[in-house]
């Protein structure tokens, strides 16, 4: 049972480590995060679009997430290491977020989730899926969903660990709309079948 409980108390820290970086660092384009827990260190990789406002100014800022995530979260011995994000279009919390500004931007929601899918798979995406939910048209409008795919996407078993996924919210003068991204990038190879050039629907192109 102390085991047991150990281990959730874990993972409830890693989820508020994970949601206090993301919140520091939206600035420094934050992308994900991943932490492993070592005998010595807990190592903590960051991945974000600008590394340096990650770093500070002599370190400074680097300095100052370590010691909070050291005291607050009573981490021992933790290390951030710093990744550069090298295409944000592959990144499904980048992603998502762009679409969120753009809907608070007043932006037609199914053109926006198209001309985002269009520019995945561009980039060479096996499969794409953006959906997004609640307020998407004007006031008084009843909520409802979008969602828009492309490739394979797999939704069951463990496949699905190799998709990337991530959610954002955006807040228009209407009301909330989530929005959540899969990204299957390049190269991933699944036990089970070949993924062959993805074919991009012209409804999409024209996005």
């Known amino acids: 049972m102390t085991i047991e409980r150990k281990f959730i108390d874990n993972s409830i820290i ?3 480590i994970s949601r206090y970086l993301e919140k520091e660092l ?3 384009g934050f992308s994900s995060v991943e932490i492993q827990k070592t005998p010595v260190l807990t190592r903590i990789t960051v991945h974000v679009l600008n590394p340096g406002k990650v770093i500070g ?4 800022t680097i300095d100052r997430l370590t010691e909070t995530i050291r005291t607050k979260f009573q981490v021992e011995n933790p290390q951030i290491n710093v990744v550069e994000v090298e295409n944000k279009m592959l990144e499904p919390m980048l992603v998502a977020r762009d679409i969120a500004e753009k809907f ?6 199914r ?3 198209q001309m985002a899918l269009r520019i995945i ?3 060479g995406a096996l499969g794409a899926e ?3 939910a609640g307020k998407l ?3 008084g409008a009843r909520g409802r969903t979008i969602k828009k795919s492309i490739g394979y996407i797999p939704k069951a078993g463990q496949v699905t660990d190799l998709v990337r996924e991530a959610e954002a919210v955006a807040y228009p003068k209407y009301g909330a709309i989530g929005v959540k991204v899969r990204i299957v990038p390049p190269g991933t190879q699944f036990p089970d079948r070949v993924i062959k050039k993805i074919e991009i629907p012209k409804s999409i192109l024209n996005a």
Do not use: F, T
């Not at 608070?104 to 929601?109: F, P, Y």
């Open 14 to 16: 890693k989820l508020k």
């Open 26 to 28: 939206i600035r420094a």
């Open 111 to 113: 053109k926006v989730l």
């Open 130 to 132: 953006v959906i997004a």
């Open 57 to 60: 100014r002599g370190g400074q």
């Open 121 to 123: 798979m561009e980039n």
């Open 137 to 139: 048209a004007a006031k």
């Open 104 to 109: 608070e931007r007043g932006l037609n929601a």
